[in-house]
């Protein structure tokens, strides 16, 4: 059933004296966009849509048809829980369409849209639990971000080391007034690294719940005068960012990747589903991992998989299996980082995952060592890859897996690849600091 109907709509926006209503989308690179209108256009938008211009959003239409439409998932609605003596903000999470009411197959939302669709027809809902840590650093006095941090804090360290302890506090709180059910905060590896963990959800619900994540974040480290960041590696030589994906897949009987007979517990469909996505992960890290910076996360010595297996014991593998059993058995794929686009991480994974199961496949046996410490004569042994280790790498093996061009669709799939490709080309003839420190007096 609809979480809400148009009257109980308008009963809550004037009862919290709402005045403005934001229709937000994401691009096909991750961005969140919106376009702002007034809360007495309720009735508008939501039976006719609001039109913009596609042809200005990266990776969406040409100019010669630019015109699109946004219709809000009115179960998405939430108000913004910062307030505005002006009146107060809600917003709209919507789906993008064309004129004639068609859904825009470049959508990200009907991406992952069609990839649900697919698991329904094979008797399967997705279940996902996101992991996004972020840093919090200072801001200069021109209220610019740097890269500084007073917090000395590690691994669940508290005050006084962890300096970030009142930030994350207002943050949980806010995303709490935002429907959220935080079950977990503290403070991550690096000087001002975090993590905030929601309870899992349906994949869709989750893809949207990443996004705003994201947004809120920002915005109660601007009250604390931080900048925060999702970028996957800010400094050298710590520990970088991730957004470990936990997955599960349902079916009428409950948990389908549960089998109380198998040795670990685990039903075929759990090993089908993991040998798909290792099938696929160095095609898939171009959605897992689509920056530049994200490859600078994926090195050995800081707990960021670098090699494709998975184990039911230890952290190093692309895919660990979590100790819960039961109703809560899943499947934890650890390479994503929080730049990634999570409607086409989501789609990407899930259509590699169903895939595996469709063909029976099975995956190699669990590596239960530490990866990091195995020569490269066992890593053979063991069957195991490396992780992409840059883009140019990463864009070339998305070009060879057929099934990336299956999810994102012909013409999606082609903006975006051309998207990273530029990225990877501006990259690549930018000179760097670092080049400038090694061969200015060198040579």
Excluded at 78 to 84: H, Q
Excluded at 243 to 261: Q, Y
Excluded at 315 to 336: D, K, Q, Y
Excluded at 366 to 378: G, M, R
Aim: hydrophobic letters at 35%.
């Amino acid at each position: 059933m609809p979480k809400y109907t148009k009257a109980e709509l308008h009963k809550i926006i004037d009862e919290n004296d709402i005045k403005f209503l934001r229709l937000q989308f994401t691009d096909i690179f991750g961005i969140l966009k919106n376009i702002t209108v007034m809360a007495s256009k309720l009735d508008s938008v939501i039976e006719q849509g609001c039109m913009f211009d596609g042809s200005s959003i990266d990776g969406f239409a040409r100019i010669e048809e630019s015109d699109m439409m946004l219709l809000p998932d009115l179960d998405t609605f939430e108000i913004f829980p910062w307030s505005n003596p002006k009146g107060r903000t809600a917003r709209f999470i919507c789906d993008v369409y064309m004129p004639d009411g068609t859904p825009y197959e470049g959508c990200p939302r009907h991406i992952l849209k069609r990839q649900l669709a697919k698991a329904k027809e094979m008797g399967y809902t997705m279940n996902v639990g996101p992991e996004c840590e972020f840093f919090l650093f200072h801001k200069d006095e021109h209220n610019k971000a740097t890269i500084e941090t007073n917090d000395d804090g590690g691994y669940f360290d508290l005050a006084p080391l962890d300096m970030g302890g009142a930030a994350r506090r207002d943050i949980c709180l806010a995303l709490e007034e935002m429907g959220y059910e935080i079950e977990a905060s503290h403070h991550e590896c690096a000087a001002g690294q975090h993590e905030i963990d929601f309870k899992y959800g349906d994949a869709l619900r989750m893809a949207d719940d990443v996004m705003t994540f994201k947004i809120v974040v920002k915005r109660i480290a601007q009250d604390h005068h931080r900048h925060a960041t999702f970028m996957p590696k800010p400094i050298f030589g710590v520990a970088g960012s991730g957004m470990h994906i936990n997955m599960s897949l349902c079916s009428e009987t409950g948990n389908a990747f549960c089998d109380k007979s198998d040795e670990l517990g685990l039903s075929k469909e759990a090993y089908g589903f993991m040998a798909g996505i290792l099938k696929h992960a160095r095609g898939l890290s171009l959605l897992t991992n689509p920056t530049i910076n994200s490859y600078k996360r994926l090195v050995p010595g800081f707990e960021a998989p670098c090699y494709i297996a998975w184990s039911a014991k230890n952290r190093s593998p692309l895919i660990r299996v979590p100790f819960a059993r039961g109703a809560a058995t899943r499947v934890e794929m650890r390479n994503p980082d929080p730049t990634a686009n999570p409607y086409f991480a989501f789609a990407g994974a899930l259509a590699a995952g169903l895939e595996g199961i469709r063909e029976g496949i099975t995956p190699p046996p669990p590596v239960n060592e530490n990866i990091y410490t195995l020569s490269e004569a066992e890593k053979k042994k063991h069957m195991i890859r490396r992780v992409p280790q840059n883009m140019f790498d990463a864009i070339n093996d998305f070009k060879e897996d057929p099934l990336m061009r299956e999810v994102l669709g012909d013409s999606t799939y082609e903006k975006y690849l051309k998207g990273k490709k530029h990225e990877w080309a501006d990259y690549s003839t930018c000179v760097h600091e670092w080049e400038r420190q090694h061969y200015l007096t060198k040579y």
